[in-house]
């Protein structure tokens, strides 16, 4: 199933996790549509301003999907609003500044990004139409534990 130009529901539902464990990782009706909502406004826009293809590390993750990866009970992947995405050939740092400059989204965090090595990390991008809060977080980790940043620090 098509949930854009160029994004399918299997791509953006698939999980290692979920299929070494055995678990459903279906959306429902609800997370399906803000799946759809995602790949229309963040996405596909990121798509086709690159012109490249976007890697899906993670999107959405059924609630003991989400717990076998360790995530936060609240997170936006449950509901299907998040996705975690890397291009080939582009900075993550660069493609989170493009992000922040030219869409609107809930939370846009630059994920364990060094800087001096384009590919490393992730960015993960949340939309809740309802929460367009735009916050933008650098996560890394500091004596073992995750930290969150104010702001893109690249």
């Not at 429902?28 to 406004?41: F, G, I, R, S, V």
């Not at 384009?118 to 980790?141: C, F, I, M, R």
């Amino acid at each position: 199933m098509n949930l854009s130009a160029n994004f399918t529901l299997k791509e953006l539902t698939k999980s290692d996790t979920a299929t070494r464990l055995g678990l459903d990782n279906t959306p429902d009706d609800e997370a399906l549509e803000n799946l759809k909502t995602l790949c229309e406004k963040v996405l596909q826009p990121v798509r086709e301003h690159f012109d490249k293809s976007v890697s899906v590390n993670s999107a959405y993750r059924s609630p003991e999907s989400n717990a076998a990866v360790g995530g936060s009970k609240t997170s936006d992947h449950c509901k299907g609003m998040a996705a975690d995405i890397e291009i080939v050939g582009v900075a993550n740092a660069d493609l989170a500044q493009w992000i922040m400059d030219n869409l609107e989204y809930t939370q846009l965090i630059l994920e364990f990004y060094t800087p001096g090595i384009p590919d490393s990390g992730w960015v993960h991008v949340s939309y809740d139409p309802n929460n367009l809060k735009k916050q933008e977080l650098t996560a890394t980790k500091v004596a073992g534990k995750t930290t969150y940043l104010n702001g893109l620090v690249a």
